[in-house]
Nanobody
């Protein structure tokens, strides 16, 4: 199973950015995590194939997940970005047996 992220880059504070994640097969849940420099990986949000969604409190209201089951893709729309959102963003896809991770995409929020 392959999980591939795309869409990272440099964005100014207050800006928006959309990340995409593609999985090679359909899996029950897909989600996003991030790992800021020198910090642990943290949960951002998760959505199931039926659309049940949960967000971390730290990003609720600023980040939005959208899942497209037809092509096994997940997007993360990030708005009102702050310098502290700078991190490597990772997508994962999971079934009841295993979780598959992508390689990550860098997001840098800076003026």
């Amino acid at each position: 199973v392959q999980v591939v992220e795309s869409g990272g880059g440099l964005v100014q504070p207050g800006g928006s950015l959309r990340l995409s994640c593609a999985a090679s097969i359909s899996l029950f849940a897909m989600g996003w995590y991030r790992q800021p420099p020198g910090a642990q990986r943290e949960f951002l949000g998760r959505i199931t194939d039926s659309g049940d969604t949960v967000y971390a409190d730290s990003v609720k209201g600023r980040f939005t997940l959208s899942r497209y089951n037809a092509n096994n893709t997940l997007t993360l729309l990030m708005s009102n970005l702050k310098p502290e959102d700078t991190a490597v963003y990772y997508c994962n896809a999971a079934n009841q047996f295993r979780t598959y991770w992508g390689q990550g995409t860098q997001v840098t929020v800076s003026s």
